[in-house]
């Protein structure tokens, strides 16, 4: 998955009316203001709410599902093999949201504070703030893709990480 890629893709939610938050990987290299590695895939928040507009158009673009964990998550690719794993969130009157996960009494919840902006390829994008990326990156056993992303937010924002 390619800047240009993530730009596309942006591009073609927003004129599908449909709201996302770039996360993961792409989500940290937004906000370091610069791609600083390869990624494999693109990770979008969506409001679960607006899911069948970002399937239409996803779909109208090439992409088709390849992977159904819903209510947690779901992928979707395209023939070329770009890959993008969708996280459906549920809002609160006050901006916050909530994401099932595999234990339905522990849901991800993201702030309303952690729905920021980052930048790609200098353009302005919707993304996770550093301290939600650092609370999803906890938990497990760390990939050196993990090891990386949470060092360049280390750099960048001066933040504790857990690794």
Do not use: K, N
């Not at 709201?19 to 906000?31: K, N, Q, R």
């Not at 928040?45 to 779909?59: G, I, K, P």
């Amino acid at each position: 998955m390619t800047s240009d890629d993530v730009l596309s893709v942006l591009g073609l939610l927003r004129r599908a009316g449909a709201d996302v938050w770039i996360g993961g990987g792409w989500g940290i290299d937004a906000l370091v203001g610069g791609q600083t590695r390869d990624h494999r895939d693109l990770d979008l928040m969506h409001r679960q709410d607006q899911e069948d507009a970002v399937l239409a158009a996803l779909s109208a673009a090439g992409f088709v599902e390849s992977l159904d964990q819903r209510p947690v998550r779901f992928v979707v690719r395209d023939p070329g093999g770009r890959e993008i794993d969708l996280h459906p969130l549920v809002f609160s009157g006050d901006g916050s949201a909530v994401q099932a996960s595999p234990d339905p009494q522990r849901p991800f919840v993201y702030p309303s504070s952690c729905f920021v902006t980052g930048t790609v390829q200098g353009a302005s994008v919707p993304c996770l703030s550093a301290e939600q990326q650092v609370f999803f990156h906890q938990g497990y056993e760390p990939t050196e893709r993990d090891r990386h992303d949470m060092a360049e937010l280390r750099r960048v924002f001066g933040i504790a990480t857990h690794f």
